[in-house]
């Protein structure tokens, strides 16, 4: 059984409370709806995993930690991994300052400084751009801590709105947000809550299984997906 498999396999058994909690009339699932679901949750997890690793290797530095110009990040996934950017402000341009690249098995390179780089310019600056753009979306306050996740996807740019708790064995499940922008990145199309209010998840290793109630959606969303495997289900 391949990797993926045994993680489709957790992920229904972590799933199956949510599904359960659900009225009888919203257990009608839809199947390809899942499966998208699925898909985009993991990708959104790898994303966010890579992220985190990435900025806790550039956090080893101490002229990174020191720059008070940092504005952000962009990724970039390739045959290495992931390639995660985090860039400066040089007046008034944006530009690369620091890379890492987080290996597909999660393990990040150490970050390298980054000179005499050219601005900003194509889908690295649409990708920058729709990041800002986003920010136009209220927040809903459940942490002072707030991760913009751009994925790219046919014909737009799209943001997962990821909020971070305070301990590391909490998971902040609330107040997470899918926003479309457009592909050029300075056009906000539209915004969808993914999950309710500011719910809390415990990282507990001995549990077999994660359960929210949703009034949100009749079926899990990719949120949801991305919620069990942070949990590591």
């Known amino acids: 059984m391949t990797p993926l498999h045994r993680f489709k396999q957790r992920l229904l058994t972590a799933l199956m409370p949510l599904a359960l909690a659900l009225p009888a009339a919203a257990q009608q699932?839809?199947?390809?709806?899942?499966?998208?679901?699925?898909?985009?949750?993991?990708?959104?997890?790898?994303?966010?995993?890579?992220?985190?690793?990435?900025?806790?290797?550039?956090?080893?530095?101490?002229?990174?930690?020191?720059?008070?110009?940092?504005?952000?990040?962009i990724h970039e996934t390739t045959d290495e991994g992931i390639i995660v950017t985090f860039i400066r402000d040089r007046k008034g341009e944006l530009v690369p300052r620091y890379r890492t690249i987080v290996a597909p098995d999660g393990t990040a390179s150490s970050t390298e400084e980054l000179d005499d780089e050219p601005t900003l310019q194509g889908a690295q600056a649409r990708q920058f751009a729709a990041r800002l753009t986003a920010q136009q979306v209220p927040v809903m306050t459940c942490s002072k801590v707030v991760e913009d996740i751009v994925m790219p996807v046919e014909g737009s740019q799209r943001v997962y709105r990821v909020q971070r708790a305070t301990f590391d064995d909490v998971l902040l499940a609330g107040g997470s947000q899918r926003i479309e922008i457009s592909a050029d990145g300075t056009r906000l199309l539209g915004q969808r809550d993914l999950t309710g209010d500011c719910t809390t998840l415990k990282r507990d290793a001995n549990t077999s299984s994660v359960g929210i109630i949703e009034p949100i959606d009749t079926q899990p969303n990719e949120f949801h997906v991305y919620l069990a495997r942070a949990v590591g289900k």
């Open 29 to 73: 699932t839809d199947t390809a709806a899942l499966h998208r679901a699925e898909m985009e949750g993991f990708r959104l997890w790898q994303l966010d995993t890579a992220i985190q690793a990435a900025r806790r290797s550039a956090e080893g530095r101490r002229d990174f930690r020191k720059d008070e110009r940092m504005q952000g990040w």
